[in-house]
């Protein structure tokens, strides 16, 4: 009988600006690749290093206070790092991964803990939660946030956004709102879309979904902007989301101003059953899960669930 192995959940924060985006490509500076290059120096003597799997990839620029990820150990992995001198819980592989030289900068694992039976960072999950923050030309410009808001240069109103951000939740083909995969849906359901203006004059959006076909996010946040802008009507927006085709009535916004805040799953009961019917529901390997080359004339573009 083969020993199981032992699956570790890691919570990872970090500034997108100077990442090529969450998956791993050759020669380029990923999360996920500094990631795992620290789990191989921490696993060196153990095998083969472990890889990740994330709930969300996030593009290039985009950045993460919330993302999710796992990871499998084998039992002479995890035997191995228990006998680790400093200490080797699972809750301190976290602070062995922040200490490796590159880690203490724009990547962070905030915590690392046993995962859950039937846990799967990405499958498991039922829905994840962005924001994007946008300073008009009401609000300030704060250089010590340029890296993580978009600077624009007319005013917008925020109450328009709101009611163009209502019209579009529920159930719907996003095919409007999305790059287009062979083989993969643009069916999601928009549990949340709204707009504020906060007190220091920046607007923020929050979108949550089930999960987020690629370039989505951008893609409402630039829709409604156009609607705060007065270039788009609600009417027309909708006729848009409904028309299922791509438009140049707005513009996809910059990754700048988007951060993954957080991952939502449901209770421990209910992860392993909520995971194998998110992968009958995908298939058993959905375009966006297939390895492909990079698309080096547009190193910008990443294999991501925004």
Same mark, same amino acid.
């Given at each position: 009988?083969?020993?199981?192995?032992?699956?570790?959940?890691?919570?990872?924060?970090?500034?997108?600006?100077?990442?090529?985006?969450?998956?791993?490509?050759?020669?380029?500076?990923?999360?996920?690749?500094?990631?795992?290059?620290?789990?191989?120096?921490?696993?060196?003597?153990?095998?083969?290093?472990?890889?990740?799997?994330?709930?969300?990839?996030?593009?290039?620029?985009?950045?993460?206070?919330?993302?999710?990820?796992?990871?499998?150990?084998?039992?002479?992995?995890?035997?191995?790092?228990? #006998?680790?001198?400093?200490?080797?819980?699972?809750?301190?592989?976290?602070?062995?991964?922040?200490?490796?030289?590159?880690?203490?900068?724009?990547?962070?694992?905030?915590?690392?803990?046993?995962?859950?039976?039937?846990?799967?960072?990405?499958?498991?999950?039922?829905?994840?939660?962005?924001?994007?923050?946008?300073?008009?030309?009401?609000?300030?410009?704060?250089?010590?946030?340029?890296?993580?808001?978009?600077?624009?240069?007319?005013?917008?109103?925020?109450?328009?956004?709101?009611?163009?951000?209502?019209?579009?939740?529920?159930?719907?083909?996003?095919?409007?709102?999305?790059?287009? #995969?062979?083989?993969?849906?643009?069916?999601?359901?928009?549990?949340?879309?709204?707009?504020?203006?906060?007190?220091?004059?920046?607007?923020?959006?929050?979108? #949550?979904?089930?999960?987020?076909?690629?370039?989505?996010?951008?893609?409402?946040?630039?829709?409604?902007?156009?609607?705060?802008?007065?270039?788009?009507?609600?009417?027309?927006?909708?006729?848009?989301?409904?028309?299922?085709?791509?438009?140049?009535?707005?513009?996809?916004?910059?990754?700048?101003?988007?951060?993954?805040?957080?991952?939502?799953?449901?209770?421990?009961?209910?992860?392993?059953?909520?995971?194998?019917?998110?992968?009958?529901?995908?298939?058993?390997?959905?375009?966006?899960?297939?390895?492909?080359?990079?698309?080096?004339?547009?190193?910008?573009?990443?294999?991501?669930?925004?």
């Amino acid at each position: 009988m083969v020993p199981e192995a032992t699956r570790i959940r890691l919570d990872i924060a970090y500034d997108g600006t100077d990442f090529r985006g969450w998956t791993r490509q050759p020669g380029l500076r990923t999360v996920q690749g500094e990631l795992e290059t620290a789990l191989a120096t921490v696993f060196s003597r153990d095998g083969a290093a472990p890889a990740l799997t994330v709930a969300g990839r996030t593009d290039a620029g985009v950045h993460a206070l919330g993302q999710v990820a796992h990871l499998d150990l084998t039992p002479a992995q995890f035997s191995g790092f228990s #006998r680790a001198r400093n200490g080797g819980s699972v809750a301190r592989l976290a602070h062995r991964l922040n200490g490796i030289a590159g880690l203490d900068t724009d990547v962070v694992v905030t915590s690392s803990s046993l995962a859950p039976t039937g846990f799967d960072a990405r499958f498991s999950a039922v829905w994840r939660r962005y924001e994007y923050r946008v300073a008009d030309a009401r609000a300030p410009r704060n250089p010590l946030v340029r890296r993580g808001t978009l600077w624009y240069p007319r005013a917008l109103d925020a109450s328009l956004m709101e009611d163009a951000a209502a019209s579009l939740l529920g159930l719907h083909d996003w095919t409007s709102f999305c790059k287009a #995969r062979d083989g993969s849906t643009s069916i999601r359901t928009l549990q949340e879309f709204g707009w504020s203006r906060q007190d220091d004059g920046i607007l923020v959006a929050r979108v #949550r979904a089930d999960a987020f076909c690629h370039s989505m996010v951008r893609a409402l946040v630039g829709a409604t902007i156009a609607v705060g802008e007065g270039r788009l009507t609600l009417e027309r927006l909708v006729g848009i989301r409904d028309a299922l085709e791509r438009t140049s009535e707005f513009k996809v916004v910059p990754s700048k101003g988007l951060t993954l805040l957080e991952v939502g799953y449901p209770d421990d009961g209910e992860l392993a059953a909520r995971a194998e019917q998110t992968r009958a529901r995908r298939g058993p390997l959905e375009a966006a899960d297939r390895p492909r080359p990079f698309e080096r004339a547009h190193p910008n573009q990443q294999n991501y669930d925004e």
